[in-house]
Each structure stands twice: as structure tokens, then as C-alpha cells.
């Protein structure tokens, strides 16, 4: 079992940035084998992946688009 020293509210953590990760059978952590499929719930993105880099490029991807997009719409609404 995991433990952690951090605990975080999860009332204060935003829905936008909430994925939905499903391992495949064949994921098996201890041995550093990471397979399966994430989706991005606000948007609908998903991807499938064979790897731990790949799961992580796929985060940080959806979560720079979004970061993007609220610069794009916060520049909008200052012009």
C-alpha cells in the first residue's frame, strides 16, 4: 500500500485538468511496464500508450494546449 506525507483537498483541484487512466492487464508497474488508455475528461482526448514517457507526453501535451488556450482567451478579453 502507498502512503503519502501530502494530502490535498481534493475540493480545490480543478475538473479541468481530470484524466481518467485505465492500465491494461499487461501493465505492471513494479517492472516499470506502463500500458493502457488515458482520456482527458473535460475534452474528450485520449490516447493509448506503451510506456510511462508516453502516458507523460500525453499529459503534459493536453495540459499545455489547455494552458494556451486560457492565455489565448485571457489575451482576447484584454484587447
Request: proline share 3%; glycine share 4%.
Amino acid at each position: 500500500m502507498l502512503s503519502s506525507s501530502v494530502t490535498t483537498d481534493v475540493t480545490s483541484l480543478p475538473t479541468k485538468r481530470t484524466f481518467l487512466i485505465r492500465l491494461s492487464d499487461e501493465a505492471n508497474p513494479e517492472n516499470g511496464l506502463y500500458s493502457g488508455r488515458v482520456e482527458h475528461l473535460q475534452s474528450g482526448q485520449t490516447s493509448r500508450f506503451q510506456s510511462e514517457s508516453s502516458l507523460r507526453k500525453f499529459l503534459s501535451t493536453v495540459l499545455l494546449d489547455q494552458l494556451k488556450q486560457e492565455q489565448s482567451e485571457q489575451n482576447f478579453e484584454d484587447s
